[in-house]
């Protein structure tokens, strides 16, 4: 029976395992850390010993591969969904965007955003015009856009730069992680099309009710029937890949225990691979060639602890920084957690000094902030948490299958690779379900074709006929 190791337990890397394991492939699964999930992952508070998310990790309802992987795990009832999403102005005023029950998109959020108070008239009319032309274009007409930065695509469109401040940021800057004036139109313009305008389960926000770990908690045991148990071996570091006649024969563990293998998936990230992969062999492997073009940006997530209740619904998307969102972290909101993305701006930052803007930021925008005093805080910045969705970037991303002179048993996982999605945990199971199927379909003989990945929603009949199709 053909033998397969995944290196890399994030969310690539489970994808992958789990997905072949379905098959009846034997397959380990090898973690440098104690626990699973990557930068979607958790860690010991070491103060309090309690659990804590490396950042906050939302999904939304067009994250159709990212929900089938938690269906998989048997974890789909841990996700809370919010059919409201609530913005919140530098004053406290809070404007909702909730889809009207049994209409199709885009029509479900329109009597909402006629609504949407935070926008002028004028605002108003812009955005729907922009809408409009998302629609249009369709699938084809975005992806031409990949080498126009969307604040060009903006300008061109005459939106405001007041109502860019107010939604466009609030939206893209979480969804891509950059400055939406800096990414590709491409990726600006996937994000309102999946998630708004295409399907009326798309906006839904996705909260996990647990820490993060505890959705992977099961992953030993997820295999059935015809699966052989998964190999989930944590605190396990690789110390090398060796290669025989330009394949991937085995993986060296740091203990010298040596792991034959019939092919390896690489999931870790785009840094980390080049350094698994000898000089000679990337030469002649096109997917190593331009990785170190691709420009890596930090998130920044604060653990707030308040003496009193400061957020009494889930979540709150700020209209204006420095935090852009805040979740609620307990029952009574007495513990939160903030959101910066695109944070280059905080890698140099002092702690203390970030604390206390972070908290200044939530009294004088909440109500039920007011006059609370924060008691402790824990800041984690990733500072390699994504690449940089930039014009061309699709250029610079790696496949998942190797080329015909590269080599032939290695695949590639991870969000950086070509997914069609930016950087994202949705992108990365789809890259860890396409190494999957690149896997089966040329590595393992006998295996009839499968497919792993999952369709997009499909776009109602509304949004069909605006698109026609494209």
């Known amino acids: 029976m053909n033998r397969v190791i995944v290196v890399g337990g994030g969310l690539a890397g489970m994808a992958a395992a789990v997905a072949l394991d379905s098959t009846g492939v034997l397959v ?139 939604l466009y940021d609030a939206i893209l800057i979480g969804s891509l992680n950059e400055d939406p004036r800096s990414a590709s139109s491409a990726y600006a313009i996937q994000v309102f099309q999946d998630a708004l305008l295409a399907n009326s389960s798309g906006y839904l926000l996705g909260l996990p009710a647990c820490p993060l770990e505890t959705l992977y908690a099961r992953l030993p045991a997820s295999a059935s029937p015809p699966g052989p148990a998964l190999d989930v071996r944590l605190a396990t570091r690789v110390s090398e890949i060796i290669f025989c006649d330009g394949a991937a024969s085995s993986v060296k563990l740091a203990s010298g225990e040596i792991l034959p293998a019939d092919a390896i998936v690489l999931a870790t990230n785009h840094h980390a691979v080049q350094r698994w992969v000898p000089a000679d062999l990337q030469s002649h492997d096109a997917r190593f060639s331009a990785l170190d073009r691709l420009e890596s940006v930090p998130i920044l997530g604060a653990h707030l602890w308040f003496d009193r209740p400061v957020l009494a619904e889930s979540h709150a998307a700020f209209m204006q920084g420095p935090l852009q969102w805040l979740f609620r972290k307990d029952a009574e909101g007495r513990k939160v957690h903030g959101v910066i993305s695109a944070a280059r701006a905080w890698l140099d930052v002092p702690r203390d000094r970030a ?43 790696s496949g998942q299958v190797p080329p015909p002179d590269g080599i032939a048993n290695l695949f590639l996982a991870g969000d950086y690779t070509q997914t069609g999605w930016p950087a994202t945990m949705e992108g990365a199971v789809r890259s860890g379900y396409l190494a999957a199927e690149a896997v089966l379909a040329h590595v393992v003989p006998g295996q009839p074709s499968r497919r792993f990945l999952v369709p997009d929603l499909p776009a109602q009949w509304p949004a069909r006929i605006a698109s026609q199709g494209r």
């Open 28 to 166: 380990t699964l090898l973690e440098a850390r104690k626990t699973l999930g990557g930068r979607a992952g958790s860690f010991e508070d070491p103060q309090t010993g309690e659990i804590l998310d490396n950042c906050q990790h939302v999904l939304l309802g067009c994250c159709t591969n990212l929900l089938d992987f938690y269906r998989r795990l048997g974890v789909g009832h841990l996700i809370r969904f919010e059919r409201t999403i609530r913005f919140v102005d530098p004053r406290g005023v809070a404007y909702e965007l909730r889809a009207t029950s049994g209409l199709p998109a885009p029509l479900h959020l329109a009597l909402s955003m006629l609504r949407f108070g935070a926008l002028t008239v004028r605002e108003r009319i812009a955005l729907a015009r922009a809408m409009a032309a998302m629609l249009r274009l369709g699938r084809t007409g975005r992806l031409a856009l990949s080498d126009v930065p969307f604040g060009r695509w903006l300008e061109e469109h005459r939106q405001p730069q007041s109502l860019v401040a107010k």
């Open 355 to 397: 604390l206390q803007q972070f908290a200044a930021q939530i009294r004088a925008t909440l109500p039920l902030a007011r006059g609370a005093t924060l008691q402790r805080g824990v800041i984690v910045i990733e500072k390699r948490a994504t690449f940089s969705p930039a014009p061309g970037v699709d250029r610079l991303r």
